[in-house]
């Protein structure tokens, strides 16, 4: 699997590392990112520094696993209790053991998989109520809580991560064209994870979108027009004949 990722945090001169947080740990051929929960900021805590310590520590957790034996649950638990920064986040953890793709996702972060330029799978999202994620951290959630799944996958297929500043504001058919455009000009990861994120930002200040945040809204009888300005993490991962043996 050889994954690259770009970051875009949100303007804020107060905050300039943002909320988000995420790894690339290809030795172990694993991925993760995570999104400090902004209400944080209210109580006087910088949200982004969850995430951060959050993943530091996920990463500790997966150089401390058998050899080819990591967990994501176990590994996300093992962050989960030795992060003591105030602040909850969101989490996706995700890696690859053989043709079987696990992960452990929490919140309103997740992944896509597209197969032959088709989204083959996408991760659900868990919250209590619009715009309020299921969350790790100072809270009353903790990983026992975490979707875990296991998806077959084969050389070819492409694994898109991000935070909800992705997936808030492009729709799956939107992240689908701009991965098989980028297939088409044989772009690396990390170009195909920076056309994505720069066209999230695009929608995220555009106050005409009819974004998924948008319908996510009317969904909950709220009255919002628009993409929604948030940090935007994305992770690209292309799964190689290699990694099957």
Known sequence: MVAGSFYIPKCDELKPLGD??????????????????????????????????????????????????????????????????????????????????????????GFVLIRNGKIVYRSLVQQHRFNCPYQLGNTRDNPSIAQKLGIYVIPGDIVVAGTDGLFDNLHASEIKEVVNRGLDEAHMPQQLACSIAKLALTTSLDSYAISPFTKAAWEAGLDFVGGKIDDITVIVAYILSADLL
Not at 25 to 48: F, L, N, S, Y
Not at 69 to 93: H, Q, R, W, Y
Request: glycine letters at 12%.
């Open 20 to 109: 988000d947080a995420h790894f690339i740990c290809a030795e172990h051929q694993t991925i993760g990112v995570a999104d400090g929960v902004g209400g944080w900021a209210k109580k006087g805590v910088d949200p982004g520094e969850y995430a951060r310590e959050l993943m530091a520590n996920s990463v500790i957790s997966i150089k401390d696993q058998p050899e080819g034996l990591i967990d994501p649950m176990s590994v996300l638990n093992e962050a989960f209790l030795n992060t003591e920064a105030k602040g909850s986040s969101t989490a996706c953890i995700l890696t690859l053991a053989g043709n079987i793709l696990h992960g452990v996702n929490v919140g309103d972060s």
